[in-house]
């Protein structure tokens, strides 16, 4: 038994880590990206960022720099990573960040719930974002 949660709340992540106490079976994973490295630094067994599934390779090497206690290191990635979270706002998340998957291979683009196209604003946009991350299409 577990919980992934994503809430951005990290007092309440913290009371969740607590439970680990009584329970070491229990997992806790983070998926608020923006709350990584300090969930990752509180307890939590890992996490779940819907970036990573455009970008796994710098959650994976965030997770490492946590576990070998470099965490400005990890720090440092957590800021280019929420900076590339800045996709999510450009319309409904989910939409934005199918999009930017699709521009690097992975999937349509579109979601079944929210099927309607992105504005070419919008879609410059998260281009720009990856292109600022550093990733090409």
């Known amino acids: 038994i577990g919980i992934k949660d994503s809430a951005g709340d990290m007092d309440a992540f913290r009371q ?3 439970l680990k106490e009584k329970r070491p079976d229990f997992s806790v994973l983070q998926g608020a990206e923006n709350l990584a490295v300090d969930a990752l630094i509180s307890g939590a067994d890992g996490i779940v960022p ?3 599934n455009i970008v796994p390779d710098a959650f994976a090497t965030l997770v490492q720099d946590v576990r070998a206690n470099r965490h400005e290191i ?20 989910l939409k934005c960040l ?40």
Do not use: M, P
């Not at 990890?74 to 998340?93: E, F, I, M």
């Open 16 to 18: 969740l880590v607590k």
């Open 50 to 52: 819907g970036l990573g």
């Open 74 to 93: 990890a720090r440092a990635h957590q800021s280019k990573l929420t900076s590339l979270g800045q996709l999510h706002g450009h319309d409904y998340w």
């Open 98 to 137: 199918k999009y930017a998957a699709s521009l690097l291979g992975f999937g349509s683009g579109r979601t079944i719930a929210h099927c309607d196209d992105l504005s070419e604003n919008t879609q410059e946009a998260i281009r720009k974002h990856l292109n600022d991350f550093g990733l090409t299409f």
